[in-house]
């Protein structure tokens, strides 16, 4: 495998808000990272800050060699190489599924329409949503929401997925549908980053697990399996004994 993204020495401030401190981290094409760790740590800002949504105040991130530097000319070239999933699905309510599937490959990758509704179309028949291409927003689930987001993302065609808390604002029946489609992707060679606190999910989608408390890597763990049965930090141990989750669910 190949290195595709690369994290080092990263610092993230608010204001007087240390928010990251000093965060390293290299990523390899295919890998299945996940981030978890207790609310308010930074997992959030440290996907933004991938994406170049938010200015770091040190260190250097590049994506397959190109450095992320927020506000730059190149970042929506950037941006196409890291696709991101939301909480909120940022849907335009006013336009159907399909419309809002192909807006952007069109208009800032400048591809042809009907290769892009093709793409569209098998990619919604893969996540069973081909039935509801011609709906609006709001006529879909949250879970069909959020799948339609997933889609979205990948018509783009990015190197590195990143999914932040995608089933925080799900009712919890829709949230395994969402999480399916996730493992699926993974299955198939994905390079991901997803934020989540769905313990179960990511014992089995992991290939490693950050753990993050205080803007910091506590842990890290490429036996994932060994990092839930007996974490090395009392911190995660702490975490992690705040949850109770079958890992046999995804599997």
Request: charged fraction near 30%.
């Amino acid at each position: 495998m190949s290195e595709l993204l690369k994290v080092k020495n990263l610092h993230k401030e608010f204001g007087k808000n240390v928010v990251l401190k000093d965060i390293n981290l290299s990523v390899e094409k295919g890998e299945v990272v996940v981030i978890i760790g207790p609310s308010g740590c930074g997992k959030s800002t440290f996907l933004r800050c991938l994406n170049g949504l938010e200015e770091i105040q040190g260190g250097v991130i590049t994506v397959d060699g190109l450095p992320v530097e927020s506000g730059k000319k190149e970042i929506t070239k950037l941006r196409q190489k890291i696709g991101m999933v939301f909480q909120s699905y940022e849907l335009f309510p006013h336009l159907s599924v399909i419309d809002n599937l192909i807006l952007a490959p069109t208009k800032v990758q400048k591809r042809k329409k009907e290769e892009v509704i093709r793409e569209a179309t098998e990619l919604l028949d893969r996540v069973g949503l081909l039935d509801k291409k011609d709906y609006f927003p709001r006529q879909l689930s949250g879970g069909q929401k959020q799948r339609v987001a997933i889609v979205r993302a990948l018509l783009m065609h990015p190197e590195i997925l990143l999914f932040d808390e995608v089933t925080a604002a799900l009712d919890p029946e829709m949230v395994h549908e969402v999480l399916e489609t996730m493992l699926k992707l993974a299955k198939s060679g994905s390079t991901m980053l997803i934020v989540t606190h769905e313990m179960s999910f990511a014992e089995a989608v992991a290939d490693r697990i950050l753990f993050f408390d205080n803007g910091e890597i506590v842990e890290e763990a490429e036996d994932v399996k060994g990092f839930f049965k007996e974490p090395k930090t009392e911190r995660a141990k702490k975490f992690l004994r705040t949850f109770e989750y079958d890992s046999a669910l995804y599997i």
